[in-house]
């Protein structure tokens, strides 16, 4: 929308707005506009009189002056409240909640074979942030793991403390 639309769109919205809000005129005027003066004269003093007594009768229905309850330039004191008493929370004790360990980072650097007795027994080689450990099946992982199986490429271990299983895999360098 242009300005030029909008300036001629706002300007006949005023001037529908004003045509509409005008007050209308009685057609009684009119009438008296034909007759004589003297005639206007005692309608306008009939219809300030019929005002004058719709006057009196609001004045007279009107309340006598009462003080108003608020004063914007006075002020009075706060009403004191009661503090409020609230009870302390009673203390319940948290249920004993032992966290797990810290389980140290573990990788699988490598997977040794021996042959014994004409049978294939493995051995996993482990780095943690201590050193290298070499394990078997059955075996403990620093009281931490037990090693379940030694695969070709990987290492299935069971934590001690709650029973999860985690597999490390040799990663492809």
Known sequence: MTWKLYAAVSAGAFVATYLMSSPTKDLAPSAALASPKSSQKDLAGSDIEQLAERLHVRLRAEESYRTP????????????????????????EAPAFVPAPVLPALSLSGIATDVVDGTPRRAAVLSAPAGVL???????????????????????????????????RLSAR
């Open 69 to 92: 309850g608020r004063d914007l330039f006075r002020f009075q004191p706060k009403p004191v409240s009661k503090p409020v008493v609230v009870p302390k929370p009673a203390l319940v």
């Open 134 to 168: 070499i394990v078997r099946e059955g075996e403990s992982v620093a009281g931490l793991y037990n090693v379940l199986s030694i695969g070709e490429d990987s290492v299935e271990l069971e934590a001690t403390a709650d029973g999860s299983r985690r597999t490390l």
